[in-house]
């Protein structure tokens, strides 16, 4: 995810207030309130903030010198596409996450100059946040959730079949993660993978793929 003030980035925006822009739909929207603050100023500014998961070839940036202030008292959407930064920000901004760089302020806390007591602190008194989640489990990969129903039912799913709904569900490149390292929506589209794969493979027979792998 990329913002800056006046022209947002194509892969996903802060729609601004709602006062701002009534009119304006949005697919997902947090609130974000910042306590004693809120009279006062922004409920919370970013700075160039950037974050980069993992590194070398596999990188992925998910946060690219975002810059943006949230009024207080006001209700923010950020809506864009899945896998395009939205839940890094908010763990971000709300001190969930460091930065990789740049800076977050929370009203006039420097999130950055916090230590963990400190921030563990800040986030109790001034923070509330709600999480997406999925029944994916964790110490498996993408890949190894979506075929587990059929290696539970003792099967091995067809390549052909296997390789149809990780297309279908756009998920090619993300099935070596595990859940802890996907966005919400990808995990949903894993959940999605899981049960289309099951639905087709019970349908046919567990036996029947097993006899075809
Ligand atoms: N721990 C991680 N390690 C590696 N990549 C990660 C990790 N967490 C998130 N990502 C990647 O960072 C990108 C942004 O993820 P994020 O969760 O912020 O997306 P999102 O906009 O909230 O998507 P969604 O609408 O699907 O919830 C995605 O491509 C995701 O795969
Ligand atoms: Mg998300």
């Known amino acids: 995810m990329s913002l800056r003030p006046a022209r947002f980035s194509r892969r996903a925006s802060a729609l601004g207030s709602t006062r701002d822009n009534p009119e304006r739909p949005s697919t997902e929207v947090v609130s974000v309130e910042a306590g004693r603050s809120a009279s006062v100023g922004p409920a919370i500014r970013a700075a160039e903030a950037t974050k980069v998961y993992g590194c070398g070839a596999t990188a992925v940036r998910a946060l690219d010198a975002v810059t943006l202030t949230l009024p207080a008292g006001e209700l923010t959407g950020i809506m864009g596409p899945s896998g395009s930064g ?4 908010l763990h971000c901004l709300a001190g969930l996450d460091p930065l990789t760089s740049g800076e977050v302020f929370v009203g006039e806390v420097r999130l950055g100059s916090l230590d ?11 923070l509330g946040f ?9 110490t498996l990969t993408a890949s ?13 799913p067809e390549p052909d079949w296997l ?4 297309e279908v569900t756009g998920l090619e490149d993300r099935l070596s993660h595990r859940p802890s390292e996907l966005s919400g929506g990808e995990q949903q589209r894993v959940a ?12 046919r ?8 792998s």
């Open 192 to 203: 999605v993978a899981r049960a289309l794969l099951a639905s087709i493979l019970g349908s």
């Open 116 to 126: 963990d007591d400190a921030l563990t602190a800040l986030r109790r008194e001034r």
């Open 163 to 166: 390789r149809t709904v990780v």
């Open 144 to 156: 190894d959730n979506i075929t587990l129903p059929a290696r539970l039912a003792g099967s091995h």
């Open 130 to 138: 709600v999480f997406q989640s999925f029944n994916l489990l964790p």
């Open 86 to 89: 939205k839940s890094t920000l």
């Open 205 to 212: 027979g567990w036996g029947e793929d097993e006899a075809s």
